[in-house]
């Protein structure tokens, strides 16, 4: 018995582009199961298209928002959606009605907000 694996967080942009190197950080091997892959964006369209494609290929699909990370946070992904509630749910349920696997959310709550 063993647990779940998970890539590391992508961005919805690069998946629906294809970028060679976001491509690379999802490869995975016949042995690992289940799979989560990690997803952030902005975007709800782009967050809705990179779930049906990733969903082909996982068997869990994570929204992230949770990184506080700079690099994540000034394009608006990761912890920043928390920033804006209408936002974060309209990627929540794009992701949903898109995934063809189950969907699980990572976010950090933080005292004071």
Known sequence: MH????TEMVNARAV???????????EKYENEYPVAYQLFGD?????????????????????????????????GGGSDLLKDIKKAEEIIIAVVNNSKVPVTLKMRL???R
């Not at 582009?17 to 950080?25: A, F, I």
């Not at 996982?58 to 992230?64: A, E, G, K, S, V």
């Open 16 to 26: 629906v582009h294809e970028d060679k190197k976001t491509l690379k950080m999802l």
């Open 43 to 75: 975007d709800a369209e782009y967050m809705a298209k990179a779930s049906r494609i990733l969903s082909e290929k996982c068997d869990i699909l994570d929204i992230n928002m949770g990184c506080p990370a700079p690099k994540i946070v000034k394009n």
């Open 3 to 6: 647990g779940i694996v998970w």
């Open 110 to 112: 933080r005292m004071g």
